[in-house]
């Protein structure tokens, strides 16, 4: 095969062969998928190399050197079937065929219309049998005369409305005349911007007739559509015209301004934009006043002074506000019920209980005075929570993060007295919101820090108290704005509030997913938003259910689904680097192809440490929920001793010697030796040894390893509890029971003793996290005990 360096690699051509005297029986089949080609036309064609290099090369290897050209249904011509072809196409001569960069180019010769009659092929290169129907009409009726002359007038009026138009026709009039209508009337056609449906419709009407009364149609509308073009383009030529016209007077009109002394100096242009602005805002008494006394001190300021740069800032910011300025609420419970249903799956609880802060607004009439703090793990949904609650109420909505912020001025912003010196992120959050009553977001509130430079957390105060932000005070400003119209919403990861701050808001906690809920919000809103942001198409990357499962189960056991998106992500973009290297899609992720993509899991499918003195403990943490053994020992016999390790913090260590006393003053009762503690050395461990515990939820656990010593008898099932205990025997209640029993479920214990306090937070649960469980409730470490070693 000879090579041009030019063009690239040559594909057979023709250019030394005699043309075919006759139409062949049998075609290989080309796709065209924007519209069809018509007899009357010859145009240069690209291709894609890859499916389609071997039809070409098989054109190649025949004398006649042609192909049929065939619109198909979809728009990638590299992803066809056979019954995506239409059955009616265009036979065509090839000519200087070429192919580079892997793509395929030649000019394509139109000859006659064909009709497919039989498959010769189920797979590429396409090969069919074709028959050529003998057009039906008389081309020399005066009908048919007419007909023509009214396309060639049509034609003859787009001319001058596309300069297009006369290049092709200079081409069809060298291969035709102008007294043969059928040529004619494909010709008229191609010219057209009609839709694939109508060009095909007219390739595939074989009565001469029918068809020139199609395309005429077709270019009535095109000159239609050419007529307003052009009437669009005379009036943005107009206008340019008009602007530019209008440019050079304004130019003048300010030099004779300038020479009369009529135009206005920028002080006075900066005046009139501030009374401007103050002209649509209802401005409280207060604020007027000062505004009046800065317009008149900045009138009277020359513009060069430092002062005058300072007080012109100053108005800008007080005249920028939205004083007096609402939007309105639309407090509808089922769209907001929607809306919620739309952004978040699972978390019915959560949406339940602002469902019924949003009625109790649409009750009063209004949203005010009201602080929401959506506490939980990371990456459980709170701040798109929020978004959904502004999106729901139709307010703006503005969110900042005031995690680690350690100066006050942040907040209250930094008086007037200072070089540099800004409003405060609330008064800044009012100008870009543009109304009184908007949603502010202040994310990770429990992150918030003190300094030298103030109490940022204690400033937050006078902000969020509805009884005090009605005259809050910026020092900036220091004229006070009314913030009781705006709702405002905490996040945060855990109670590590200032007490103050946390007794005004309405906590809503959100708690991890279990396995189920993450594959739901996989499937709605984390594989979807991870095609998009990979630039892939859903049918271009397939992942199964099963998949995810595993995704979730060896790489992403974390409360929240935030980690879970980072993984998902990880396998998209290997997925693309294969698409981008010529891998067929659509690529299916299975099981197998995610540990290919993502290597061995990190988290594997344990057994529960079993054996005497160790016993699986359920413990709350930021991150969310979290299972723990606890390991107790007997180190030697030679004296009595207790040692404990594991980080523990004071309440811990507290709990364990409480539950070490109690065991060991009750262990007749519970069928142990009395004496094992007077001469044994115990060791008790929580393993995880660099991770700091503590808090009062793990004296019932270190009690029953201790017990479970010093029968030497093991839990032989998959068992978890939660509870502190009292030196007479008491189970006291503990929080974070919604964490703890999806920790156990997410590790697979099906057996739980809870306090018997805690039977209410157990009952409000949804059905779907209480299914299958086997749940204990003890007032007394007695009723452990019957469980656990079946002690009454």
Not at 279 to 305: C, F, M, N, W, Y
Not at 482 to 500: G, R, V
Request: glycine share 6%.
């Amino acid at each position: 095969m000879p090579n041009d360096p030019l063009e690239g690699e040559v594909l057979p051509d023709d250019r030394h062969l005699p043309a075919a005297p006759v139409l062949p029986a049998e075609l290989h089949l080309l796709p065209l998928t924007e519209k069809p080609f018509f007899p009357a036309q010859t145009l240069p064609l690209l291709m894609n190399e890859a499916p389609w290099l071997p039809t070409v090369e098989a054109i190649g290897e025949t004398a006649h050197h042609m192909v049929g050209l065939v619109v198909v249904r979809p728009d990638n011509s590299d992803q066809v079937d056979r019954k995506d072809f239409r059955s009616v196409g265009t036979v065509v001569r090839i000519h200087h065929p070429v192919k580079t960069d892997g793509k395929m180019q030649f000019i394509a010769e139109g000859v006659r219309r064909f009709r497919i009659v039989e498959w010769l092929s189920d797979t590429p290169p396409y090969k069919v049998r074709v028959d050529y129907p003998n057009e039906t009409g008389k081309p020399e009726s005066e009908e048919t005369r007419a007909y023509s002359i009214a396309i060639i007038n049509t034609i003859k009026e787009l001319l001058p409305l596309n300069p297009l138009y006369s290049e092709e026709l200079k081409f069809f009039l060298n291969r035709y005349g102008p007294n043969e209508p059928s040529q004619l009337t494909d010709f008229a056609a191609s010219l057209t911007t009609a839709s694939k449906q109508e060009l095909q419709d007219v390739l595939e009407a074989f009565s001469l007739k029918k068809r020139m009364e199609k395309v005429l149609v077709l270019l009535k509308k095109e000159l239609d559509v050419a007529r307003l073009q052009s009437q669009i383009r005379e009036k943005v030529d107009e206008k340019m015209s008009e602007q530019q016209r209008e440019f050079f007077l304004r130019q003048q009109l300010r030099a004779i301004q300038k020479e009369l002394g009529l135009a206005k100096d920028d002080k006075t242009a900066e005046l009139d934009t501030f009374n401007e602005r103050i002209a649509k805002l209802v401005l409280p008494e207060q604020a007027k006043k000062r505004i009046d006394e800065e317009l008149h001190k900045l009138s009277l300021l020359e513009t060069g002074s430092p002062e005058y740069t300072v007080t012109r800032n100053y108005l800008d910011w007080l005249t920028v506000l939205p004083w007096g300025v609402y939007t309105q609420d639309k407090i509808d419970l089922d769209r907001a019920r929607r809306i919620l249903d739309r952004d978040h799956d699972s978390l019915e609880d959560v949406k339940e209980r602002i469902i019924e802060f949003l009625a109790v607004g649409a009750m009063k009439g209004e949203m005010a005075g009201s602080i929401l703090l959506l506490i939980g793990p990371p990456g459980v949904g709170k701040t798109s929570i929020g978004k959904s609650i502004a999106e729901a109420l139709g307010r703006k909505f503005f969110r900042f993060s005031v995690g680690g912020m350690r100066d006050e001025a942040e907040i209250k912003g930094h008086r007037r007295t200072y070089i540099g010196a800004m409003p405060g992120k609330f008064v800044q959050a009012l100008k870009e919101a543009g109304s009184a009553n908007p949603i502010i977001m202040l994310d990770e509130i429990d992150k918030i820090g003190a300094s030298y430079q103030g109490d940022p957390a204690s400033a937050l105060l006078e902000v969020l108290d509805p009884e005090q932000n009605a005259d809050f005070l910026d020092h900036y400003l220091d004229v006070r704005f009314d913030l009781s119209k705006t709702l405002f919403i905490c996040t945060a990861n855990d109670f590590s509030i200032p007490s103050a701050l946390l007794d005004r808001m309405e906590v809503i906690r959100l708690s991890g997913y279990i396995t189920q809920e993450k594959i739901a919000i996989a499937k709605h809103h984390l594989w979807p938003r991870v095609l998009e942001r990979a630039g892939l198409k859903k049918d271009q990357l397939v992942i199964s259910e099963g998949a995810i499962r595993h995704v979730i189960e060896g790489y992403a056991r974390e409360a929240g689904v935030r980690n879970l998106e980072k993984q998902l992500g990880r396998v998209a973009r290997k997925a693309v680097v294969k698409i981008l290297a010529g891998a067929t899609t659509p690529i299916r992720i299975g099981v197998k192809e995610v540990e290919i993509y993502l290597d061995k899991p990190v988290f594997t499918k344990e057994k529960p440490i079993t054996g005497v003195g160790v016993v699986t403990g359920l413990a709350w943490t930021a991150m969310g929920g979290a299972t723990l053994a606890v390991e107790a020992t007997r180190v030697h016999t030679l004296n009595r001793g207790f040692k404990l390790t594991g980080k523990l913090g004071d309440v811990m260590r507290e709990s364990a010697e409480i539950a070490y006393s109690y065991v060991a003053s009750h262990l007749r009762a519970y069928g142990a030796d009395s004496t094992f503690f007077d001469t044994s050395f115990v060791h008790l461990h929580v393993p995880e040894g660099a991770t700091p515990k503590d808090g009062p939820s793990a004296g019932v656990t270190m009690a029953t390893a201790l017990l479970s010593l010093a029968k030497n008898a093991k839990i032989n099932r998959p068992l978890a509890m939660t509870g502190e205990l009292t030196l007479t025997g008491q189970v006291l209640p503990v929080g974070g029971i919604r964490e703890k029993v999806i920790a156990a479920r997410r590790v697979g214990i099906p057996e739980l003793i809870l306090p018997d306090a805690n039977r209410r937070d157990f009952d409000k649960l949804p059905d779907h996290i209480r299914a299958g469980l086997t749940v204990h409730f003890a007032k007394r470490y007695q009723d452990v005990a019957r469980v656990v070693f079946g002690h009454s």
